[in-house]
């Protein structure tokens, strides 16, 4: 009942992060539209403080949206703020990597062939990873560099970090890390920089003052930094369910190139709001996309051997020194008997695909898949070869500990076939 309990906590929760995440995106995608698609000087203003403005149509109806250089003369009431999807967007998806990542350690954030740690380790290492790409990226905006020196110095200390994240945990627990520590130096630009900068805006007014335009200008660097880290954000909450790309060999790389193409794309739109296109980021983003799937093809040494001897060893060879090697060969390419593939399917898949599971991570079959029948096993048996030879994510965190031998066992068998008989 507890796993059921929480299977259900993390629907919730993650429909939720879902729906709060499409709102914050959403608005920061559409202000940073409004801002570069502005008319300055304004066409139409309301008022002389105005400083660019911009009509839409939408729904059937007329805006009309207008920008002050710093501050109206008197302040509206009421006055919307766009702060709690935000908030709500970050302390979801702390409380699932909380439900799914700390409470599963073992499973989901600890890979001990990467690295051989504690669950407490990983745990407080990457609560610390957290408050560090924070502190680490606010001093980098505080420094006095350029916007472009900052953009720069930061995707390097970026790739260093992904490098050595996923050098720490697991494939899957390090592309949510990564992702965590840029939704957190999202949301700590909200909390920190963007709203007391427009409450400090707010006040001045409500005190007679004129405002000071600086901290509106470090909000809007703050809030177009967020606008570029959405794209890879939006990524890493995708990757859990493709595992060609966080259990592969080289995740670290496939993730930096990814990333470098979400910002490109993010870049290009940017500039066509303001008239100014240029097609060839697009270009360069497929071209990095194309390259990460390069990369991410699956090089399997039982995809790749042969299924038939073509080419017998001289009549000069020894039969001694050739005995032997004919013996492994025969080994290796001997028949699969299904008998031999159902008791390793038995002992290291049926754990959690079965009708009647009983590891405590999973209350019932994941995605409905169970290996219960023959007829279970011939539907999925692409499936099971993907996940156990091919991007081997299966069994997570290899709990059954699966050997490499009976990984090959399960490629052989697929390669003559798949006989379920």
Known sequence: ?????????????????LIVGIAWIGSSFYFVW???NLNVPPRDP????????LWAVHGGGFYHAQKYRVAPGELPEPLHWFKWEAYTTWLTGFALLVLIYYLNAEVYLIDKAVADITPFMAIATSIGLLLASWIGYDLLCRSGLSDSRIALLGFLLLAVVVYLVSHLFSGRGAYIQIGAMLGTIMVANVFFVIIPGQRELVRAKQRGEEPDPLPGLRGK???????YLTLPVLFVMLSPHYPITYAHEYNWLLLIVIFSAGALIRHFFNLKNQGRPAPVLVIIALLLLGLAAFIAIPKSASESTPTSVSNPAPESISASADAPQQAA???AR???SFAEVREVITQRCNICHSATPNHPTAPVAPRGIMFDTPEQIRQWTKRIHASTVTSKTMPLANLTQITEEERE???????????VE
């Open 221 to 227: 660097q703050r809030s177009v930094h967020n606008n």
């Open 334 to 336: 001997a028949p699969v």
């Open 329 to 331: 060969t025969t080994q």
């Open 1 to 17: 009942m507890e796993a059921y309990i929480l299977e259900w906590l993390n629907l919730l929760l993650r429909w939720t992060h």
């Open 46 to 53: 309301e008022d002389e403080a105005v400083a660019g403005d």
């Open 34 to 36: 409004l801002d570069l």
């Open 409 to 419: 066992l399960i490629a052989r068998w697929y390669q003559a076939g798949a006989p």
